[in-house]
């Protein structure tokens, strides 16, 4: 076998031409389950091949502790997806979750990629007992004991609450899953006998997060079970009144899904309410803001007129300043401070309005490309 074909090499606008194309209706959904894997390598390139021939697109990361998939795939192959996993004893059942808002474009390709870790938590597995977990509470228990008085914790980073939440949860400051549980224990350790409440996307994370906090001495915690993504679809399915509100981040090319309609966000350049999130579209910064209509003309889809200044140069002086700076494509970081950008993108106009340019090296590079042309 030629484990060199078993991976995707097309460029990302080529992919996206071809989605288009394809012209199925395809159904995103996740799953995850923490199981012991042997022979991992061989796993992978055996689901890459499986997955790869039922129009799997999608991101799966696959460890010695686990899976945690989160795939598109044909509504038609539904049926034979389930069956190839029920094959296979390690995902036999594994409970999935759809996605309620879905355009069928949420992934361009496939990748299976293997991992020291299911999720990048940054705990020392072995430092606490981690199938203690918390109880685990469906929509409407949850509901309940949020009516009761029980604190509310959300378990994800900054940036992924900013746009949808429950109601008066605790909302981490830190950008890292360790980061935030850190945060958790410190500023609860005077409740450690208070019920909590903990929630994150798919319940993945609170799987750790909840024996953390136990080992930690927390005593009355539960966790939302299938996380806000299958909350969403319980509230729907039974009618009930979701807590949560606004829409809920995700980790594929939708950056998030409707909840409700409630906004409870505000547009970082320039206050309005808002709730459009999205990346800087010059690709040496890709920072992910929230952002107005407006303010995404006003400033060519860039988080600042700097990005801006560079994207709307002809695409061959773009490239050239460009050259030998480093994108971000793939890491995922947001402006956590609004007030900041703010003032940077008054300094930064005041400065245009001066100068007529932010980057006085781009003469030089716009020289140097036309003698070497
Ligand atoms: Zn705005
Ligand atoms: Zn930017």
């Not at 609450?161 to 410190?186: M, Q, S």
């Not at 995700?250 to 206050?271: K, N, P, Y």
């Amino acid at each position: 076998m030629d484990i060199h074909r078993l991976r995707n090499l097309d460029r990302p606008d080529i992919l996206r031409a071809k989605l288009e194309r394809e012209g199925v209706e395809r159904t995103t959904l996740s799953f995850y389950r923490y199981v012991r894997l042997t022979e991992v390598e061989a796993l992978r390139h055996e689901l890459y091949q499986e997955w790869g021939s039922l129009g799997v697109l999608g991101r799966i990361y696959l460890s010695q502790e686990g899976i945690n998939a989160q795939v598109s795939l044909p509504t038609v192959h539904l049926e034979a997806f389930r069956a190839a996993l029920n094959t296979r004893e390690a995902f036999a059942d594994v409970p999935w979750k759809i996605a309620v808002e879905d355009d069928g474009k949420s992934f361009l390709k496939l990748a299976i990629k293997v991992k020291k870790k299911i999720v990048a938590d940054g705990l020392a597995d072995d430092a606490f007992d981690v199938t203690n977990v918390g109880e685990h509470l469906d929509a409407a228990a949850f509901n309940r004991k949020m009516e009761q008085g029980a604190l509310v914790i959300d378990m994800r980073n900054n940036y992924e609450c900013l746009i949808g939440h429950f109601e008066g949860a605790y909302l981490p400051k830190a950008d890292t899953f360790r980061g935030a549980i850190e945060e958790v224990v410190d500023a609860f350790k005077e409740k450690k006998d208070a019920e909590v409440l903990m929630y994150c996307t798919g319940g993945i994370r609170c799987e750790k997060a909840s024996a953390y906090l136990k080992h930690q001495g927390f005593t009355k915690v539960a966790q939302l079970h299938g996380g806000i993504i299958d909350y969403a679809r319980q509230i729907k399915a039974q009618r009930l009144e979701s807590k949560y509100k606004g829409q809920n981040f995700v980790f594929d090319e939708r950056l998030a899904e409707r909840i409700t309609d409630d906004v409870v966000s505000t547009c970082m350049q320039c206050g309005t309410k808002c709730d459009r999130i999205t990346n800087c579209n010059e690709v040496t910064c890709n920072m992910l803001l929230v952002q107005c209509e407006a303010c995404a003309t006003k400033y060519a889809n860039c988080c600042s007129p700097s990005c801006s200044e560079i994207h709307q140069l002809p695409i061959e002086a773009q490239r050239a300043w460009r050259k030998g700076r480093s994108t971000r494509s793939t890491r995922t970081k947001a402006i956590n401070d609004p007030e900041g950008l703010r003032r940077r993108i008054r300094e930064e106009e005041e400065l245009l309005a001066l100068n007529g340019t932010l980057h006085p090296e781009l003469t030089s590079v716009t020289i140097q490309e036309k003698t070497s042309a």
